[in-house]
């Protein structure tokens, strides 16, 4: 690790808190060994690295490929926006649950939200368990996750976000490691602005 790593201060990261991108920068950061540093959830990759060139925050982190749900779209057209430098590539096993409100029951479920990746990386289970059901996509997995917790979706909605989701806003599991493969692992990058070299 560099001196420049010591001086962090703010990763920002495609994901609210709870998130897979949350969990993977946890990681990070214990394996860099990095103290005092703040993760700043900012949903998107567009705003990740639109911080980063402002300055808001030193690093940025964020998906941009899955074993099986293959390229993160949004990350490939905000790449393509701004300028930075990668500086690290690391690998998180993904697992996704599914959750809904405490009382609902699965033959109330007539919606299920989630990012488009995890829709993706669930497809087949999706085809197989809950064909009637509409999948609409949604900005985060926990944000969907929150989001339902809070009333902002219907109690009729199942979300596909982590585990951890279920803790932080009081939901219910109806089903644990729902991804079609059993390894799902996505790709993070670790980045940083051109503007400090």
């Known amino acids: ?9 703010k990763i920002g990261i495609m994901g609210a808190y709870g998130s ?10 214990s394996k860099k ?3 005092n540093v703040e993760v700043v959830p900012l949903i998107s990759a567009e705003k990740v690295l639109s911080s980063l060139e402002k300055g808001g925050v030193d690093l940025g982190l964020f998906p941009i490929e899955n074993s099986n749900g293959g390229i993160v779209i949004e990350a490939v057209y905000a790449m393509a926006k701004y300028r930075f430098s990668v500086i690290d ?33 669930c497809r087949m289970y999706l085809k197989r368990i809950w ?18 917790a809070n009333g902002v979706l219907p109690n009729s909605t199942a979300v596909i976000a982590p585990r951890l989701c279920a803790e932080l806003f009081n939901l219910s599991i109806i089903e644990d490691s729902i991804q079609d493969l059993k390894f799902n692992y996505t790709t993070f990058l670790v980045v940083e602005s051109l503007n400090d070299n």
């Open 33 to 35: 060994n990095v103290d």
């Open 89 to 121: 590539m690391f690998e998180f096993d993904v697992h996704h649950t599914l959750l809904v409100k405490p009382g609902t029951v699965a033959s109330h479920i007539t919606t299920i939200c989630s990012h488009d990746q995890a829709l993706k990386q």
């Open 131 to 148: 064909p009637d059901v509409d999948l609409k996509p949604y900005s985060d997995t926990a944000e969907a996750a929150k989001d339902l």
């Open 20 to 29: 897979f991108s949350e969990q993977a920068c946890q990681q990070y950061i």
């Open 1 to 9: 690790m560099n001196v420049k790593e010591n001086k962090i201060k």
